[in-house]
DNA sequence: CCATTAGTATACCATTTAAGTCTACTTTAT
DNA sequence: ATAAAGTAGACTTAAATGGTATACTAATGG
C-alpha cells in the first residue's frame, strides 16, 4: 500500500518543472541536484513520464526537459500512472483468472476493493501541479 | 499501491467468520479449505488477527477462531492495519529523516501525500464486515 | 565536420519484500 | 495418553525495488 521511491522523484521533477517559466527547457542533471535524485535514476523516471506524455524531452546540446503541457493540466494521478502504471490495490483486479470462480462471484470483498481503488484514483486526480507548485511558494 | 495478498486473504478470512452465527469457533482448516488459502499461510494471517484483537484463538481438541467482536464493529481499515501496519502511501511520512529538510520544508508533495493517505484510510474506515457480509448474500 | 553535450536503450546488480513452507512445540478435550 | 488444534520462528524461493554501467544516438556550434 505503498507508493514507489520512483513515483515520489518523479512528483518532485514534474513539480520543478511545474515552478519555472513556461516552455523553459532544463536538463536532468539540474534537476538532479536541485531535488536530490540520483542523476541515472531520474533519466530513466524522466523517460517514463515522456512517453507517458508528461514532459517532452530535447536531445544535444542545450537539451532538457520542459513540460508537456500547463502544470494545471497535470493531476498527480498522471505522474502516478506514468511510473506504476494503472492503480490496482488489489491483486484480484489485475488478474481475475488468479481468484476461483467462487471467488469472484460470492466474494463482496472485491467489489468493495475496486470502489475503494476508484475513490482513491479520484483523490490523485483531483490534485494538479499549478495547485502543488502554488503551495510551494 | 497494493495491497498484499495476506491482506486479501485476511478479509476472506475475517468475512467467513462475519458470516457464522455468532459466536460459531471454526479451525482455521475448514476456513483455509473454504476460501482456498494456503492453510500454513492462512495460521500466519490468523495469529496477526489475533494480536490485533480481531479475532479469538482457542488451542487444543475443538479450537479454532471466533471474531473477537461484532462483525458491524470490525472494518476493513481494522484488518488492512492488522497485516501491513498504519497505512502509508509514502516513504517519506514513514520515516521523515529520508526527507531532507529541504524537501520537507519545501515540498508541499508530501503534505498533499499525506492527505490522500487520510481519504484512503477513511475508505476503508467506512466499509465494515456486516456490510460486507450482508453483500455476500 | 567533429567534439561536446545531453538524452536513449539495455543490461546488470544488490537488497529487500512477498508469499509460502517446514519443523518443532504447547495446549486442551476426551 | 493421544490426537487435534493453535503457536513460534527459521527457512526458502521468486519477484520487485532502487540504483548503476555501458554503449549508443541526436543536436549544436565552432
Same mark, same amino acid.
Given at each position: 500500500m505503498k507508493l514507489n521511491q520512483a !513515483?515520489?522523484?518523479a512528483f518532485r521533477?514534474? @513539480?520543478h518543472l511545474s515552478c519555472l517559466p513556461r516552455g523553459r527547457v532544463v536538463e536532468a542533471r539540474l534537476?538532479?541536484?536541485e531535488q536530490k535524485i540520483p542523476m541515472r535514476f @531520474? @533519466? $530513466?523516471i524522466l523517460r517514463l513520464l515522456t512517453l507517458a506524455g508528461i514532459v517532452e524531452s530535447y536531445?544535444?546540446?542545450?537539451?532538457g526537459y520542459v513540460l508537456a503541457r500547463a502544470p494545471a493540466e497535470? !493531476?498527480?494521478?498522471d505522474v502516478v500512472e506514468a511510473i506504476e502504471g494503472p492503480i490496482k490495490i488489489n491483486r484480484c483486479l489485475i488478474a481475475p483468472e488468479e481468484c476461483s470462480r467462487r471467488a469472484v462471484k460470492h466474494c463482496p470483498v472485491h $467489489? !468493495? @476493493?475496486f470502489s475503494i481503488q476508484q475513490a482513491l484514483a479520484g483523490e490523485f486526480k483531483k490534485r494538479?501541479?499549478?495547485e502543488l507548485c502554488e503551495s510551494a511558494k
Open positions: !513515483t515520489d522523484y521533477a514534474v @513539480l534537476i538532479a541536484e @531520474l @533519466l $530513466k536531445r544535444g546540446v542545450n537539451g497535470i !493531476t498527480m494521478l $467489489k !468493495t @476493493l494538479n501541479f499549478q
